[in-house]
C-alpha cells in the first residue's frame, strides 16, 4: 500500500487549503484512512478519520466545524478541506490508513500505512 500526500502550502490566517491523499496497491484492508498532523516538538495527532465503505466519519475537537474530511471512492483518495486557518495548525500533515474500527480508528495505533507528509504553514 502506499500512500501520496499533497495540496501543503503556505496561507495567511483564515484562509483554506484542501489536502490530497492518493491510496495505491493492495488498499482493500485501509478500511479506515485519516488525518494527522505533527507540528516542531510535539507529537502527531489525530484530527480525522473516513470509515472508507460508509463514508462515516469521525473529528478531533480542535478541528471540528474548520476541517471537512470527504472521499473520493473513484479515485481511491481522501480530502481534508481546512477552512479559517490558524497560525497554529501550522504542522507537517500525515495521511493514514489501517484496518481499524472505533475509538483505535482515532489513534496513531490504528493505522499500519502512512504518506509522506506535507508542510502546512498558516502565516498570522
Not at 76 to 97: F, H, K, Q
Request: aromatic share 12%; proline share 2%; with cysteine.
Amino acid at each position: 500500500v502506499q500512500l501520496q500526500a499533497s495540496g501543503g502550502g503556505v496561507v495567511q490566517a483564515g484562509g483554506s487549503l484542501r489536502l490530497a491523499c492518493v491510496f495505491s496497491g493492495n488498499t482493500f484492508s485501509t478500511y479506515a484512512r485519516a488525518w494527522f498532523r505533527q507540528a516542531p516538538g510535539k507529537e502527531r495527532e489525530f484530527l480525522a478519520t473516513i470509515n472508507w465503505s460508509r463514508g462515516t466519519t469521525f473529528y478531533e475537537d480542535s478541528v471540528k466545524g474548520r476541517f471537512v474530511l470527504s472521499r473520493d471512492k473513484d479515485k481511491n483518495t481522501i480530502y481534508l478541506e481546512m477552512n479559517s486557518l490558524r497560525p497554529e495548525d501550522t504542522a507537517v500533515y500525515y495521511c493514514a490508513g489501517g484496518a481499524s474500527s472505533g475509538t483505535t480508528a482515532r489513534t496513531l495505533a490504528g493505522y499500519g500505512y502512512w504518506g509522506q507528509g506535507t508542510q502546512v504553514t498558516v502565516s498570522s
